[in-house]
C-alpha cells in the first residue's frame, strides 16, 4: 500500500460525527470523486477511488442521509497493477442529493454554477474540517516523505478548485492552484505545510511517519552541507599552501631564504617542508599559535608580491 493509500485508509475509518458535517464530506466526495449515471432507476452517481474503505463511507454516508442503494465493486487495471473501487448509488433520492450537493440545479430558473459549494453546507468550521477530508479522501495524494514533499488534490472544476483553495488557506496552509491538461490543482509543497495538513485531516499515525522521515531527511541534509563545508575548506586550504609554496620557492630563488628574518625563515622552512599540512599542523611543527604562523605566511606572501612588482610580473 502506498503512503496516500494508507493516508486515506486511516481517514476513512474514521467516525464522522454529525450530521452536517457528514453531509458536508458527501458533497465534497462527490464534487471531488462523483460522476452522474443514467439508467432504468433514474439519474444515479457513481465514484471511482482507489481505496476500498472511502468507497464504503460513501456508501455509509448515502444510504444514512438519503436512504438510496448503493453498491460497491472492484475493478482492476492489470497494465498500471492497480485496483479502483467503484461506488454505485441509485434511487429516487440521488437527484435530490445531487441537487443539495450544487451538482444539479435545483430548477431550469435557479441559478446554477457547476463546482459552486453550497453556502449552508459551510457555515461552520466542523463541517468545513469534514468537507476538506472529503475533498482529499475523493482526489486527493501525498507522496511518499521518503521521495519529497506534495500534496494535492486534484479537481475537475475551476470554480470548485478555487472555492476549495480559499476553504484551505483559511486554515493557512499556504496552499496553491494551478491548472494541469483539463484539470484544477489545488497543492502543497512545504513540508512542515503538509505535515500540518495531515494533522488536520486527523491522520495522527500518517503525520507521525511524514515527521519522523522529515527529521531522517533534515539530518542527512544537515549532514551533507557540513560534509560540503568541510571539502570546500580543505580544498581552500590546499590551494592557499600550494600558493604560500610557490611564493616562498620564489623568495629563495630571488632573495635567498637565509636573508629573511630568522622568524619568517623558519615559517618558510616549515611550509616547504611540509607542502600539504594545516595551518593547525604548522602550529604544532613550529610550536606557535595559528594565527602566529597565518602572520608569518602573510608577511612572505607580501614580500613574494614585492619581488613580482619589482621584477614587473603580470598576474
Known sequence: MSFSSSVKEEIAKQRVKGKSSQLSMLCALTHAAGSLTLGRGGI?????????????????LAATLYGVEASLSVTERKRLNARNTVTRLNGENCRTMLQEFGFLPKSEEAPFAMGHIPEQLIAREEPIRAFIRGAFLGAGSVVDPVKGYHLEIVCRHELFAQELCALINAFEFNARLTARKSSFVVYLKEGEKVSDFLAFLSASNATMAFENERVVRSVKNDLNRQTNFEQSNMQKAALAAAQQAIDIELIRCELGLEKLPPRLREAAEARLNYPEATLNELSEILGLGKSGVNHRLQKLMELALTIRLEKGDTF
Open 44 to 60: 444515479g452517481v457513481q465514484y471511482v477511488t482507489e481505496s476500498y474503505a472511502v468507497g464504503r463511507l460513501i456508501a455509509q
